[in-house]
């Protein structure tokens, strides 16, 4: 059984074109790669007697709304029979095409649906690529960053029309109390109860 040092040496030895760059941190081994060689990549994990990362944990993306290349694809993979762990990952800009790893592992089915509804990246070569968590006819992608936290729309039942409805959002703050002033002061209506008892005694 190879350690993450000798794991990273391995990778790097046989894949040497295709990897940016290695990384181990908390015994783990950390890769960066071009979307171009994820397949490449991802069978030579998965085959090699060496490695045989045969489950694919998760995948997810984090954006970056700043960087040209906006989103950054990770991949988390196990070995049971080394009892190690690898992160893959890669930038791609906002509206590019990744190729899907259904054909390698099935599993990834449903991970890059997720990802399809929660960030808008568009997966090649998926057998079946909808929403997943959001409604049908939602618009946008919750996770990224630029999607406003109340959303576009709510979905609500109307006791007039006896129907669950779907509306614009709207954020009522007609029976909303605010109160600004120093809890070190004591609030309004605080006082005002406070001078009353004063008076009265």
């Known amino acids: 059984m190879l350690s993450s040092i000798d794991l990273e040496k391995k990778i790097n030895s046989e894949l040497t074109t295709k990897i940016n760059s290695t990384i181990v941190k908390h015994n783990q081994v950390y890769i960066e790669i071009d979307k171009e060689d994820?397949?490449?990549?991802?069978?030579?994990?998965?085959?090699?007697?060496?490695?045989?990362?045969?489950?694919?944990?998760?995948?997810?993306?984090?954006?970056?709304?700043e960087n040209s290349k906006r989103f950054?694809?990770?991949?988390?993979f196990l070995s049971h029979e080394f009892n190690q762990r690898i992160i893959l990952s890669y930038l791609i800009n906002e509206n590019e095409i990744?190729?899907?790893?259904?054909?390698?592992?099935?599993?990834?089915?449903?991970?890059?649906?997720?990802?399809?509804?929660?960030?808008?990246?568009?997966?090649?070569?998926?057998?079946?690529?909808?929403?997943?968590?959001?409604?049908?006819?939602?618009?946008?992608?919750?996770?990224?960053?630029?999607?406003?936290?109340?959303?576009h729309t709510e979905v609500r039942y109307s006791e007039d029309m006896k129907k669950v409805v779907t509306e614009p959002v709207k954020l009522e703050?007609?029976?909303?109390?605010?109160?600004?002033?120093?809890p070190w002061e004591g609030t309004k209506y605080i006082k005002e109860i406070t001078e009353k008892n004063d008076k009265k005694n």
């Open 72 to 76: 950054k694809v990770v991949y988390l």
């Open 173 to 182: 703050q007609n029976f909303r109390n605010f109160d600004y002033e120093s």
């Open 38 to 65: 994820l397949l490449d990549v991802v069978l030579f994990l998965k085959t090699n007697k060496d490695t045989k990362f045969k489950q694919l944990i998760d995948i997810t993306a984090v954006d970056y709304p």
């Open 98 to 151: 990744i190729p899907s790893l259904t054909s390698v592992f099935p599993s990834a089915n449903w991970m890059e649906r997720e990802i399809f509804d929660m960030y808008g990246i568009n997966f090649k070569d998926h057998p079946d690529l909808r929403r997943i968590l959001t409604d049908y006819g939602f618009e946008g992608h919750p996770l990224r960053k630029d999607f406003p936290l109340t959303g």
